[in-house]
């Protein structure tokens, strides 16, 4: 079952309402709470506004709630994946970036993400690396992936 997850049971609410992100606001989904809460816990020390969903229905109404400036989404969301979610998200809100997550590098899902503007991040990666490529994900204005050559995307060409 989808449960809205906060860091340490203290949600920190998306500032903006409508239909523009606020600045430096992220939502992150991922199935496993673990990953979900380890990811949480870093972009909120780092001192971003940040929401969580385990599951793709889930992750629709937060998303709709507020649209933040960053969506970052694991692969495996049940019947459906992060992709789609990236997909079914920018119809609604185009400039929004994305960053799209998994643990086994596949070309194809790969090339699909790059083709909807969205960073294909492998994992495992450092804290740092993550914040690193969030920052620069925020710093684009969501009309190209903000990592065309960057060292974060995977694979080899």
Partial sequence: MGKLCTVAGNP?????SGSKPSHGSIVVVEADSGELLQ????????????RGASEFDEAKRVLADAPPSLLIAGVRLGAY???HLIVRSRIEHPEMN??????????????????QRAVYLLRPWTNQALLGIVER????????SPLADGPFQTGEG
């Fill in 137 to 144: 994900s925020l710093r684009s204005d969501g009309a190209q």
């Fill in 12 to 16: 920190e609410p998306v500032s903006g």
């Fill in 98 to 115: 994305a960053i799209l997550t998994n643990h086994v590098l596949d070309p194809v899902l790969k090339a699909e993400a790059e083709r």
């Fill in 81 to 83: 994946n992060g992709l």
């Fill in 39 to 50: 990811i949480l816990s870093t972009l909120q020390t780092a001192g971003y506004q940040v």
